[in-house]
């Protein structure tokens, strides 16, 4: 039996989060007023100490960790990356409420409609699924007690969609950027199981 402490932060504020458009695979730069905001949430925020540190590779994820853990090195996941919205990328709800495809996957309550070019919600929560049992064994193989994962909100908020509560979607889960969680897990036979959960 073993804990592992991780703290699961959004990246900061970009143009296309300012803008309420769909950004995914797009590999945007924190905004000036993103870059503001996260050195204004630093003040607030004591960002604790870790172990290790982690990004999903997106320079948003890259310029957020520089911000609140300036000269920290880490280490990139990219299989953490956000949501692929394919031709839906970087456009916003009133830009696309009468295309018939997007209609059609804002509507599938069984994830399995596609972004045309993109990812369906069955492929993404897969793929952080995959990805976040890997990394947790990571954390657990090289005797990591505690570790900070700078990623983005979709993958957030499907992590714990899909191992804390799945009575909530992944957009309730969601932090604001440069926020997150501090999750307490315990390994017991081969298991995970999330303990404790707190907002940061």
Not at 23 to 35: A, T
Not at 67 to 75: A, C, G, H, N, T
Not at 110 to 122: A, R
Request: proline share 2%.
């Amino acid at each position: 039996m073993k804990k592992l402490i991780l703290y699961l932060i959004r990246h900061g504020r970009t143009e296309a989060n300012e803008k309420h458009l769909y950004c995914g695979k797009s590999d945007l730069h924190l905004s000036e007023n993103g870059i503001k905001e996260l050195e204004d949430i630093k003040k607030q925020i004591n960002y604790p100490e870790c172990n290790k540190y982690f990004t999903s590779g997106a320079k948003r994820a890259n310029e957020t960790i520089s911000i609140l853990y300036p000269e920290k090195q880490y280490d990139e996941i990219n299989e953490f990356w956000e949501y692929d919205f394919g031709d839906f990328e970087l456009k916003s709800y009133d830009m696309l409420k009468e295309n018939k495809d997007y209609i059609s996957w804002i509507t599938d309550n069984e994830g399995q409609v596609l972004c045309p070019n993109g990812e369906s919600k069955f492929q993404y929560r897969k793929r952080i699924k995959k990805a976040f049992i890997a990394f947790l064994e990571q954390c657990y193989k090289e005797n990591i007690n505690s570790a900070a994962l700078i990623s983005h909100g979709g993958t957030i908020g499907t992590i714990l969609e899909v191992f804390y509560d799945n009575s909530k979607s992944f957009y309730e889960h969601q932090p604001s950027c440069g926020r997150g969680y501090k999750i307490t897990l315990e390994k017991v036979d081969d298991k995970y199981k999330f303990i404790n959960i707190d907002s940061i």
